[in-house]
């Protein structure tokens, strides 16, 4: 069974602080990585991709991904109470059309 | 830029009852997908379609039938709901990268 492990949290950030949020996976052969953030009651929103092994920034948000290590993980920069949300991690398998999630690490903001 | 979209937003069913989901997305993606996500479950897939033509189970297929009726429409069918399948279902499309969510379907067997 192939699986994406996170942290269920809460993880609790003060406002202005940098959130780290982490996520493991087991297929050695994924190639493509994806954060996804879902306000309560709502639809995952796709927020970032990364295909190849370093950093990629976009905005406050910093996805990083080690192959080596098997481990992809998201920094929120100058986190605000409306980052507040659950933030998906998900691989697409190796050798098919399949995109595989965790079951997400719920994020806090306080103000 | 309607994307992703999903009828109905809500629904429920008493045990035993058949019914389906519709989505629809305008995006030209080739494959398709139907989730289920439940408290500290998190998305779960129950089927999905590589391209036209084609459907393939995935993690949680019991229980549900699904019919790629055209490139643009995937529909998912309940023939005898059961309580177990009160959850939320997700409709995605994907091209050759990222894949998007329609808003979600709210469904309560009883």
């Known amino acids: 069974q192939k699986e994406v492990e996170q942290n269920s949290g809460p993880l609790s950030v003060p406002e202005g602080a940098i959130a780290s949020l982490n996520c493991t996976y087991s297929?050695?052969?994924?190639?493509?990585f994806f954060w996804y953030r879902q306000y309560s009651g709502k639809s995952p929103e796709l927020i970032m991709s990364i295909y190849s092994n370093g950093d990629k920034e976009d905005g406050r948000f910093t996805a990083q991904l080690n192959k080596a290590s098997q481990y992809v993980s998201l920094l929120i920069r100058d986190s605000q109470p409306s980052d507040s949300a659950t933030y998906l991690c998900?691989?697409?398998?190796?050798?098919?059309?399949?995109?595989?999630f965790g079951t997400g690490t719920r994020l806090k903001v306080l103000a | 830029n309607a994307g992703v979209t999903q009828t109905p937003k809500f629904q429920v069913l008493k045990t035993g009852q058949s019914m389906t989901l519709q989505c629809a997305q305008d995006?030209?993606?080739?494959?398709m997908y139907w989730y289920r996500q439940d408290p500290g479950m998190g998305l779960r897939l129950i089927y999905y379609?590589?391209?036209?033509?084609?459907?393939d189970k995935g993690e949680v297929p019991n229980g549900y039938n699904v019919s790629r009726l055209n490139k643009r429409e995937f529909s998912l069918r309940l023939e005898s709901a059961a309580p177990s399948q009160t959850s939320v279902y997700f409709c995605?499309?994907?091209?050759?990268?990222?894949?998007?969510f329609g808003q979600g379907t709210r469904l309560t067997v009883v």
């Open positions: 998900a691989v697409k398998a190796s050798g098919t059309y399949k995109y595989i």
């Open positions: 379609s590589a391209s036209e033509g084609t459907t």
């Open positions: 995605a499309s994907s091209g050759t990268r990222e894949a998007f």
């Open positions: 995006m030209n993606h080739n494959s």
């Open positions: 297929d050695r052969g994924s190639q493509s």
